[in-house]
């Protein structure tokens, strides 16, 4: 099968869809095959002009309206195949009002999908964690278009994903012949910076992409012959950013001790540790605190008081580096509402300041997460950047990127 990044994996999604062609897309858990789908799902929405909904989210009243009337909706289902059986498919028969027959009575979404004017994406989630009745069930509508004696509409995308045997997942072997109803695709684990690029925008704890920056193997750290209930992948990573992310005073040393006389030296460091390793592990749940206390080690005011500090940095290690431009970047992007525009400005060129004097992927990091996670954060970090004037400098070092920033 061919192997794809998630970018290509898009463009396959968009020739499937346009060619109406299932798609089965294979590969580990944890590694955003579900949301590569959706998200490519709102884009074809959008270039095709419709409103994206995703089915499951919606209340009856929402879903009866779409069914009198589906034109300008782009519909979503995610159905869960090793959660349903096959009435859930096929539908359930009902008596004909002469008593004599009988016909089927559709799921509500296929008898939308079977409007004239419905367009969308069928997605069958881990298809292959069904049993083989409730698989073979689907058979017609991946195949045909079909659910029970109702058509679905041609403009319909079908799309199904699934982990593979050595996840150790509960995977059902699918028959040859539904296999044989679907092309093929594994998708790659996504790289540190592949990842990295797609969780600054998303709003990814800086504290985690300042850690992955530094220790990019332990993006994804499940191996079968391991028996930790939790590891790291890029899911569990976002899951623990959500745990964290409210969770402030890491630069603290505060001595306290607990109710059963242990010392803490941060209680915000050890909550954060514990409950990243509930979500990735107990081993990097600590490596990630210790990467966090390097803070206390060399505080990041004391380079924003002093930029020309930054040169002792030199010779230290890369981790130290990172978590200093990360703990900068968050000074910046944290500043209140009210803050003035002249200390925003203030605090900005000094870390422009502070990046000159450093090797150029760590100015640039620090660029891309001050820059913030909507495109109003850029177009004030640009125009806040042009006032100030270390921002030359660090534009000369890193053209490419500046200009890059600009789209």
């Known amino acids: 099968m061919p192997e ?11 020739h499937c869809y346009r060619n109406k062609v299932p798609l089965f897309v294979h590969g580990t858990m944890g590694i955003g095959k579900s949301m ?12 095709v002009g419709k409103t994206f909904i995703n089915w499951n989210d919606l209340l009856k009243p929402k879903k009866l309206e779409i069914l009198a009337d589906a034109d300008g909706y782009f519909i979503f289902a995610d159905i869960r195949l090793s959660q349903a059986d096959p009435s859930d498919i096929k539908g359930i028969p009902r008596m004909l009002d002469s ?6 009575a559709p799921p509500l979404l296929f008898a939308t999908l079977g409007q004239e004017n419905a367009d969308g994406m069928i997605f069958f989630d881990e298809l292959n964690l069904a049993m083989r009745s409730i698989q073979n069930s689907a058979y017609q509508i991946i195949h045909d278009k079909k659910a029970g004696e109702y058509p679905l509409n041609p403009k319909i995308g079908i799309i199904a994903a699934g982990n593979r045997i050595d996840d150790g997942a509960s995977v059902v072997d699918m028959s040859a012949p539904l296999r044989n109803r679907f092309t093929h ?22 504290r985690i992409i300042g850690y992955l920056t530094s220790q990019p193997q332990d993006l994804f750290t499940y191996s079968k012959d391991r028996i930790d209930q939790s590891f790291a992948t890029p899911r569990t990573w976002e899951v623990a950013s959500k745990l964290i992310h409210d969770i402030q005073g890491t630069e603290n040393t505060v001595s306290t001790t ?18 990243v390793g509930s979500a990735i592990g107990e081993g990097i749940a600590a490596k990630l605190r210790a990467f966090l206390e390097i803070r206390n080690i060399y505080k990041p005011q004391d380079f924003l008081d ?16 990172w978590s200093i431009i990360m703990a900068l970047g968050d000074i910046y992007a944290t500043l209140p509402s009210s803050a003035s525009v002249a200390k925003q400005k203030a605090i900005l060129d000094k870390c422009f300041q502070i990046a000159n004097h450093l090797p150029n992927e760590f100015g640039i990091l620090m660029l891309r997460t001050i820059r913030g996670t909507s495109e109003n954060d850029a177009r004030k970090w640009r125009r ?22 600009r789209g």
């Open 4 to 14: 794809v990044t998630h970018a290509q994996l898009e463009t396959f999604l968009v």
């Open 36 to 47: 590569q789908v959706e998200a490519t799902a709102k884009a074809i929405a959008k270039s």
């Open 99 to 104: 008593g004599d027959f009988s016909d089927w």
């Open 185 to 206: 695709v594994v998708l790659l684990q996504p790289s540190a910076e592949n990842w990295i690029n797609w969780a600054i925008p998303a709003g990814v704890d800086r």
């Open 258 to 275: 607990t109710d059963r006389g242990e010392e803490r030296s941060n209680p915000a460091l050890d909550q954060i540790e514990m409950l």
């Open 306 to 321: 002093n930029p020309e500090k930054a040169k002792e940095l030199a010779n230290e290690s890369p981790d130290v580096k």
């Open 384 to 405: 806040y950047a042009s006032d100030c004037p270390a921002f030359a400098e660090f534009a000369t070092k890193n053209e490419d990127i500046i200009i890059g920033s």
